[in-house]
Structures are given as structure tokens and as C-alpha cells.
């Protein structure tokens, strides 16, 4: 018993103590980004009642695997926190052998903050109208089908291998440098279709030019309240967002973490800070510590065997 006091009172103590000095967030792509918007958003919300200024830092490099492995080396006491995404957190790990660091095991999630789902669309003049009407046509002509992608292992491009995968089609996949040079090929009618950020594909919609025919969240999306989510059109387990989370090293003392934890959630709850976020298509999280991890691992899991059974290799 006297034991057990004396760890409980110097887990109070670290927590009181916490923070006596700045923390850094670690953005791992460079400034002016989504993800730096979010990291500084988040940061200037929590520095008041941390009673320290939470700073930024850009480290970009490698698909955001630079930035991440700096904070997966990190001292683990609550000082150094990374803004990771599902690129750097989760398809990496599915796409590269030679990844630094463990995504799942050398990370504990303080909270996952956004979601944000991508649109399925096609060009507004061809006879696709649901998302049925691809599979169907997918079906019958294997390999004709075109989704265009920003390149290979983007978060659009395995949103495509996924649904042929879940769909049972195979779908052609056509890689671009970038998601501006596949969307005017989708508007120009060379491609069938792409997993397009919804805030990019938007205008294009709501001007008729392109169709959504799906969005690849469980729960439909606000921006878009008339189209349906892939899952419930016709694949009831697709699920396919990109996520940003506040991730600290494995190790961080519990104490520290609930604090982070409790004052990321409060931030995201705060009504400026969540339509700040919404109206940028951002789907508020805050996912409890242990929620993310478990998602996270999910996810990791998930976009391995995506990567496996389609045969995925990185440029």
C-alpha cells in the first residue's frame, strides 16, 4: 500500500509539473499545408491552458516519414508531438519495408482530431449515375474502367485499389503528378473517374461539371448531404479518409497524455475551432488515446493487406 501511494503521488507530480517549458508539434510537410493549418489552430488553443507556447515546426521530407521519425526519437515526455496523418502514420507503413520507425508501436496517440473523407466523381456528361453503375460496368468490361490518381500510394489511389478490391473489379489505375493534372483529365473526359479532396472536386459539382456519386466515409458528408457514402450505395464496409491525429513518442508518462488529451478534446469542442475546421470539410474527431490506437493499428492493418493483394509497388 505504501508503495502504491508513493507511485500514485509521483504520477500527480508529473502531471502538476507538466509542462515547464514549450512543447513543440512537429508538422512533418512544409507550412501552409492542411496539416500545418490544423497543427497551428490546435497549438494556439492549447498553449493558454498549458500555461506554454506550443510551437510549430516544420520538417518535411519523405511523404512525411521525415517529421514522423524525428518525434518517433523523441524524448518521450510530452515535449515533443507530432500532427501525423494517415500517410505518414498508417499507408507507409503498408508501402515501405524500409520505414524507420513503427507507426503503431512507436507512437502513442494522444488523439486523432479530423477526418476528412474523399468524393468518388466522374465526369457529369458520361451515363454513370451511382456507384453501382461503375461496378456493373466494371464487371463486364474488366480493366476499362480508369480512376486517375495524384500517384502511386496516395491516399486516392488506395481508395480506388480498395473499392475494386471490396467491389471485386479491377479498375485501372493512372497515376499523375499531382491531383490538378488528374482532375482536368476527368474534366476533359480522358479518364473515367478519381477519389478526389472533397474542397477540390466541390466547385466542380456544384457547377455540374462533375458527378459525386459516393463519399468514402461511413457517415455522409455535410458539404454533400444529398450524395450517398460508398458503403451504403454498395460496398457496406468501404471506409476509405484520409485522418490527422496528435501523436507524442511511445513511453509518454499516462499522466502527461490524459493532460494533452484533455485539452486537444476541449479545443476541438470549442464552437470557433469546429467551424473553423467544418468549413474547411474537416469532420471533427477526438478519438480518446486509446481509440486511436486501436484505429490507428486498424488502419496499418488495412492498407497492408490492400497493398498485398493488389500487387501495390512504391515509385
Known amino acids: 500500500?505504501?508503495?502504491?501511494?508513493?507511485?500514485?503521488?509521483?504520477?500527480?507530480?508529473?502531471?502538476?509539473?507538466?509542462?515547464?517549458?514549450p512543447v513543440t508539434m512537429i508538422v512533418p510537410f512544409a507550412a501552409g499545408g492542411s496539416t500545418d493549418l490544423l497543427a497551428r489552430q490546435i497549438g494556439a488553443k492549447i498553449s493558454g491552458p498549458l500555461g506554454q507556447p506550443v510551437i510549430v515546426e516544420n520538417r518535411g521530407g519523405a511523404g512525411g516519414a521525415l517529421g514522423a521519425n524525428l518525434v518517433a526519437k523523441a524524448a518521450p515526455d510530452g515535449y515533443t508531438l507530432l500532427m501525423g496523418v494517415s500517410g505518414s502514420n498508417a499507408i507507409s507503413a503498408a508501402l515501405r519495408s524500409d520505414l524507420p520507425y513503427d507507426p503503431v508501436k512507436d507512437f502513442a496517440?494522444?488523439?486523432?482530431?479530423?477526418?476528412?473523407?474523399?468524393?468518388?466523381?466522374?465526369?457529369?456528361?458520361?451515363?454513370?449515375?451511382?456507384?453501382?453503375?461503375?461496378?456493373?460496368?466494371?464487371?463486364?468490361?474488366?480493366?476499362?474502367?480508369?480512376?486517375?490518381?495524384?500517384?502511386?500510394?496516395?491516399?486516392?489511389?488506395?481508395?480506388?485499389?480498395?473499392?475494386?478490391?471490396?467491389?471485386?473489379?479491377?479498375?485501372?489505375?493512372?497515376?499523375?503528378?499531382?491531383?490538378?493534372?488528374?482532375l482536368q483529365d476527368l474534366l476533359g473526359g480522358q479518364i473515367d473517374s478519381m477519389f478526389g479532396d472533397l474542397l477540390v472536386v466541390l466547385e466542380h459539382v456544384k457547377s455540374g461539371r462533375l458527378r459525386a456519386l459516393g463519399v468514402t466515409s461511413?457517415?455522409?458528408?455535410?458539404?454533400?448531404?444529398?450524395?450517398?457514402?460508398?458503403?451504403?450505395?454498395?460496398?457496406p464496409k468501404y471506409e476509405a479518409t484520409s485522418w490527422q491525429g496528435v501523436f507524442a513518442p511511445a513511453?509518454?508518462?499516462?499522466?502527461?497524455?490524459?493532460?494533452?488529451?484533455?485539452?486537444?478534446?476541449?479545443?476541438?469542442?470549442?464552437?470557433?475551432?469546429?467551424?473553423?475546421?467544418?468549413?474547411?470539410?474537416?469532420?471533427?474527431?477526438?478519438?480518446?488515446?486509446?481509440?486511436?490506437?486501436?484505429?490507428?493499428?486498424?488502419?496499418?492493418?488495412?492498407?497492408?493487406?490492400?497493398?498485398?493483394?493488389?500487387?501495390?509497388?512504391?515509385?
Open 218 to 235: 461511413l457517415t455522409r458528408h455535410p458539404m454533400l448531404p444529398d450524395t450517398p457514402t460508398v458503403a451504403e450505395a454498395a460496398l
Open 1 to 21: 500500500m505504501v508503495a502504491a501511494g508513493v507511485v500514485l503521488a509521483a504520477t500527480a507530480a508529473i502531471a502538476q509539473a507538466y509542462p515547464s517549458k
Open 109 to 182: 496517440p494522444i488523439s486523432l482530431v479530423v477526418s476528412s473523407p474523399l468524393v468518388l466523381v466522374v465526369n457529369a456528361n458520361s451515363n454513370f449515375k451511382s456507384v453501382k453503375d461503375v461496378i456493373d460496368y466494371a464487371k463486364a468490361k474488366p480493366s476499362t474502367f480508369t480512376h486517375g490518381s495524384p500517384g502511386i500510394g496516395t491516399s486516392m489511389h488506395m481508395a480506388g485499389e480498395l473499392f475494386g478490391l471490396e467491389a471485386k473489379v479491377k479498375l485501372e489505375h493512372v497515376p499523375y503528378k499531382g491531383s490538378a493534372a488528374a
Open 251 to 315: 513511453g509518454i508518462p499516462e499522466p502527461i497524455r490524459t493532460r494533452l488529451y484533455q485539452e486537444v478534446s476541449k479545443a476541438l469542442a470549442a464552437d470557433d475551432l469546429k467551424t473553423f475546421f467544418t468549413e474547411r470539410g474537416f469532420m471533427v474527431e477526438a478519438r480518446k488515446p486509446d481509440e486511436s490506437k486501436a484505429y490507428v493499428a486498424a488502419e496499418v492493418a488495412k492498407w497492408k493487406a490492400v497493398v498485398q493483394a493488389a500487387g501495390i509497388k512504391p515509385e
